[in-house]
Nanobody
Framework: QVQLVESGGGLVQIGGSLRLACAASGSGFSFDSMAWYRQASGNQRELVAMITRGGSTNYADSVKGRFTISSDNAKNTVYLQMSSLKPEDTAVYYC?????????????????WGLGTLVTVTE
């Protein structure tokens, strides 16, 4: 099975920076893409940023220019560097991967989620 372990959340002041990390593990899987989602209290979960194994990225308009997603394929780890943080960035941040199991045919891709890490931006 696939496990995702997030780290790096916490309390930060407005305008500050924080870096999240998510390490994926799972024997026999290819982690095709990894992404960060967030869910603020009372809101739906939304995509923040996504990166493919090939390095293509996609960002929500609300974080463009402030957040950067990157990955280390050798470590199956994705990072989210967050800068110029605003109170509206306060949320639980979830890591997600779309992974393909390589030892079973036909190949199928599944989505896996981490448990989330809380980011709180304060005045």
């Amino acid at each position: 099975q696939v496990q995702l372990v997030e780290s790096g959340g916490g309390l930060v002041q407005i305008g500050g920076s924080l870096r999240l990390a998510c390490a994926a593990s799972g024997s026999g899987f290819s982690f095709d893409s990894m992404a960060w989602y967030r869910q603020a209290s009372g809101n739906q979960r939304e995509l923040v940023a996504m990166i493919t194994r090939g390095g293509s990225t996609n960002y929500a308009d609300s974080v463009k220019g402030r957040f950067t997603i990157s990955s280390d394929n050798a470590k199956n780890t994705v990072y989210l560097q967050m800068s110029s943080l605003k109170p509206e960035d306060t949320a639980v941040y979830y890591c997600k991967t779309d992974a393909t199991r390589l030892d079973r045919f036909p190949l199928q891709q599944f989505a896996y989620w981490g448990l989330g890490t809380l980011v709180t931006v304060t005045e």
